[in-house]
T-cell receptor, first 112, second 116 residues
């Protein structure tokens, strides 16, 4: 599975959009980009995933560049409860065991 | 619709004792993953099981650790002769299919193991 690079920490003002970047320059054609978050040592929570098209769900939007070498997770209106460690993971869609390889992630601090 | 359940939530053991961690996947899920998070570190994959089969144990320490997922009942992660370095949070995740796109893993709340 390809390696990802994320900034170690970011701040965001409450009510503003939080944009979390991720570089995955060695991503392969069959690898998906997944985002999870971990709030205060709880179990990780799935947020969103995508292959090459932009994706949106009730939690967030995922923007993937055309060359797929980087992506951005967008939390449109961050709240204090969004303070967490956010993990960007690339994973082969099928043909492997589906295990998740977590990096160090980005610690997002949402401030009032 | 209950989520992934893990018990106990906290477990204290003395060095040399055995630890048994249980994971009940979400209803309808037949794939279970175990991850370990050492203090101040990220999550590390340990093992992936389907019912009655170990599919990938590439992250399991070679000694003292074992896992099972019987036909009936929860998945069990067993640590024999625990040492202080085993102190960590152990998370279980389940998924319906295992490795298909969009087949996200749902995590339990974790078991915090403390070895005295």
């Amino acid at each position: 599975d390809a390696k990802t690079t994320q900034p170690p920490s970011m701040d965001c003002a409450e009510g503003r959009a939080a944009n979390l970047p991720c570089n995955h320059s060695t991503i392969s054609g069959n690898e998906y980009v997944y985002w999870y978050r971990q709030i205060h040592s709880q179990g990780p929570q799935y947020i969103i995933h995508g292959l090459k098209n932009n994706e949106t769900n009730e939690m967030a939007s995922l923007i993937i560049t055309e060359d797929r070498k980087s992506s951005t997770l967008i939390l449109p209106h961050a709240t204090l409860r969004d303070t967490a460690v956010y993990y960007c993971i690339v994973r082969v869609g099928s043909g492997n065991t589906g295990k998740l390889i977590f990096g160090q992630g980005t610690t997002l601090q949402v401030k009032p | 619709n209950a989520g992934v359940m893990q018990n106990p939530r906290h477990l204290v053991r003395r060095r040399g004792q055995e630890a048994r961690l249980r994971c009940s996947p979400m209803k309808g899920h037949s794939h279970v993953y175990w991850y370990r998070q050492l203090p101040e570190e990220g999550l590390k994959f340990m093992v992936y099981l389907q019912k009655e089969n170990i599919i990938d144990e590439s992250g399991m320490p070679k000694e003292r650790f074992s896992a099972e997922f019987p036909k009936e009942g929860p998945s069990i992660l067993r640590i024999q002769q625990v040492v202080r370095g085993d102190s960590a949070a152990y998370f279980c995740a389940s998924s319906p299919q295992g490795n298909r796109p969009g087949d996200e893993q749902f995590f339990g709340p974790g078991t915090r193991l403390t070895v005295l």
